[in-house]
């Protein structure tokens, strides 16, 4: 069965500054790649995702995340982070296998302080 | 648009007490799901629907059980709460159970079990 790691279960951060949210996978067959963000007493949304092609992908806001095979790691990454940005993010992913199912990682609250 | 539907939002039960939590969709989605959030665990999945009239175990399926009601509906029921089933429970749904199908979350019920 796959997990996902996110490493840090807390990141704080000034306004502007860049930020990097770690994920690693473990799978070794094909993996579908999913980023979802939960403001507060709100349900997850779709930031990104990782399908193929171009390992690099970019949501609406500003954020990007880089699918790298060889380390098995999805890090979601944006150059300088608002007030807004401010919720906890959550790594997924998807094996091609007969459950398809979608295996969380546990969390990253982001915490971007003025 | 409402997209997911949950209700209630807040829920207090008693240990042995039973309840149901109920979900609708409006996007006529064939896939719906129930997951539980515990802090630091992520989401887990309890059971899901890839299609009306299918029901199928996810991952910490034991003390529920779930109807699909129709395409639009999908229940959980607790038949007997106990303290451990304390949790953020969302409902989501999406158009398949497709490898790059996203899902569509709920905002959420918080249920406390005494």
């Known amino acids: 069965a796959q997990s996902v790691t996110q490493l840090d279960s807390q990141v704080p951060v000034f306004e502007e500054a860049p930020v990097e949210l770690r994920c690693n996978y473990s799978?070794?067959?094909?993996?579908?790649l999913f980023w979802y963000v939960q403001y507060p007493n709100q349900g997850l949304q779709l930031l990104l995702k990782?399908?193929?092609?171009?390992?690099l992908v970019e949501s609406i806001n500003g954020f990007e995340a880089e699918f790298n095979k060889s380390q098995t790691s999805f890090h979601l990454r944006k150059p300088s982070v608002h007030i807004s940005d401010t919720a906890e993010y959550f790594c997924?992913?998807?094996?091609?296998?007969?459950?398809?199912?979608?295996?969380f990682g546990g969390g990253t609250r982001l915490m971007v302080k003025p | 648009n409402a997209g997911v539907t949950q209700t209630p939002k807040f829920q207090v039960l008693k240990t042995g007490q039973s309840m149901t939590l109920q979900c609708a969709q409006d996007?006529?989605?064939?896939?719906m799901y129930w997951y539980r959030q515990d802090p630091g665990m992520g989401l887990r999945l309890i059971y899901y629907?890839?299609?009306?009239?299918?029901?199928d175990k996810g991952e910490v399926p034991n003390g529920y059980n779930v109807s699909r009601l129709n395409k639009r509906e999908f229940s959980l029921r607790l038949e007997s709460a106990a303290p451990s089933q304390t949790s953020v429970y969302f409902c989501?749904?999406?158009?398949?159970?497709?490898?790059?199908?996203?899902?569509?979350f709920g905002n959420g019920t918080r249920l406390t079990v005494t």
């Open positions: 989501a749904s999406s158009e398949f159970r497709g490898l790059g199908s996203p899902l569509h």
């Open positions: 799978s070794s067959v094909s993996v579908y």
């Open positions: 990782y399908l193929s092609g171009s390992t």
């Open positions: 997924a992913v998807r094996v091609n296998n007969a459950g398809n199912m979608l295996t």
């Open positions: 996007m006529n989605h064939n896939s």
């Open positions: 629907s890839a299609s009306e009239g299918t029901t």
